[in-house]
Structures are given as structure tokens and as C-alpha cells.
């Protein structure tokens, strides 16, 4: 009992239009970390934590957080990288970015900018930023796009920079098939349905993630437009993957 998708989608798949997406998030935004922290029992979160940590990341450092959402990573980041650090945190939602503003508001982030943009398309220089890290969005890019967000990341790290995307991906386990059908198609709806009603809105992250798999295109994309070091982080048993490389 697998997830099922369609393997590799395009950009001419309307479920992967920018509008659509935006769309999705903004009816998600509200309740997305609450729920989703709940009914993973926390692994979510343990997850983004181990990503972190295999950025290295060190005091001062500037951190690109792509597909930020509502910030739920920055907690993770800005211990290592200490207040003359710096993190920029884009996403396209304005439902997301409208979370994120009040995440930075009522914790009082002065070292966090928030940047309204596609992943595809970063707003940053060539040779900018220290680290990138992007947690549970990637998914989301149909693999027509995931060279130019490859691409876009090798341009704005510095040399020597290092990226952490993490994402919860399909084991190659049976039983473990079984748990994440489980928790993917009742307990996560079902809590949606319970905290906000988009019970529908919520199944399409399924999809995203039968399509994504288990990560490995994504990992010999990077490995293509010439990130070094890249190394796939399968995190209990395959039910999300780190994926983390450096630019030389």
C-alpha cells in the first residue's frame, strides 16, 4: 500500500502552477505547523533539527531559508549562526509570509528578513549567502524545475557555502509504506479537517509526495549542475531524507 503519483510531473500539470500552489498554502498556512508537529508525532521537527546541524553552520553566517513558510525552522538556525547572523526567509504564499511576519513580530527576530519570491528565481547575488537550507517544500517543484532551483542555489551560495534541503520522502520499506499511508491519508487530513476544514486542500501534499519518491532525482540534479559533496540522509528508515552538498 504504497503512495502512488505520476512520477515525473511538468510544468504544463496545473497541480504544479505557481498559482495554484499559492493558493494551497495560503488555505493551508494558518494551521500547517500546529497539525503537522501533532500528528507526526513530532518527527517533523526532528527532522528540520538534524538538517540543520549538517549545515555546520557558525556564528555571523547569512542563511538563505527557502520555501520558509512561517519561519518553523528559524529556531533551529539562529543558535548556530548567534545575533551578528543573519537569516532571509522567502516564500511565495502570502498566507505563509503573513505567518512568518507574525512568528518574527512575537519573538522579536531583528536578524530574520522575510522576501516574498519564487525558489526558482532567488532574489539574492551571485556569491551571497553561507548556507541555504529548505525544509518540506522542494516537493512541491515539478521536476521540470528542479535544475533552475538547482541552479539558482549553486549561484547565490558562496564557495565553500553549504545547503540542507529536507522532505519527507517514500521509504522503500513495506510496513514503513504502510505506517506513511496511514498517517499521510488519515491522521493528517483528518487533524486538518479538525483544526480548519481543508480536509481536500491538505490530500494534495500526497501527491507531492508520491511524485517526489524517495528524493533520488533530485540528488542526481544537484550532482549534475555541479554541487559538490552530495550526499542523500535517509532518516528513519526513508520517511524523510536530508539532502546536503557544498559548493566549491
Known sequence: MGLEGAGNPSVHDTNYS???LQGLFDDLSGSYELVSTLSSLGLTE????????VLRLKQGMVVGDFMGGTGESWKHLLPFIGPDGHIFSIDFSKGMINGAEQRK????????????????TL?????????????Y???????????????????????GGRFATVEITVPSQRALQRLQHLYM?????????????HYDRFLMINRYLADFGDGSNLTVV???????????????????????????
Open 18 to 20: 505557481p498559482v495554484y
Open 46 to 53: 526532528l527532522w528540520r533539527r538534524n538538517a540543520a546541524h
Open 105 to 120: 513580530q512575537r519573538n522579536r527576530y531583528s536578524n530574520v528578513s522575510l522576501m516574498t519570491s519564487d525558489a526558482t
Open 123 to 135: 532574489p539574492f547575488e551571485d556569491n551571497s549567502l553561507d548556507a541555504i537550507f529548505s525544509g
Open 137 to 159: 517544500g522542494v516537493k512541491t517543484l515539478c521536476s521540470d524545475l528542479h535544475n533552475f532551483f538547482a541552479k539558482e542555489m549553486k549561484r547565490v551560495l558562496k564557495p
Open 185 to 197: 491519508y488519515k491522521m493528517m487530513p483528518l487533524a486538518f479537517a479538525l483544526f480548519d476544514g
Open 222 to 248: 544537484f550532482d549534475q549542475v555541479g554541487l559538490s559533496e552530495v550526499e542523500s540522509l535517509p532518516m528513519s528508515g526513508g520517511l524523510a531524507t536530508i539532502i546536503t552538498g557544498t559548493k566549491v
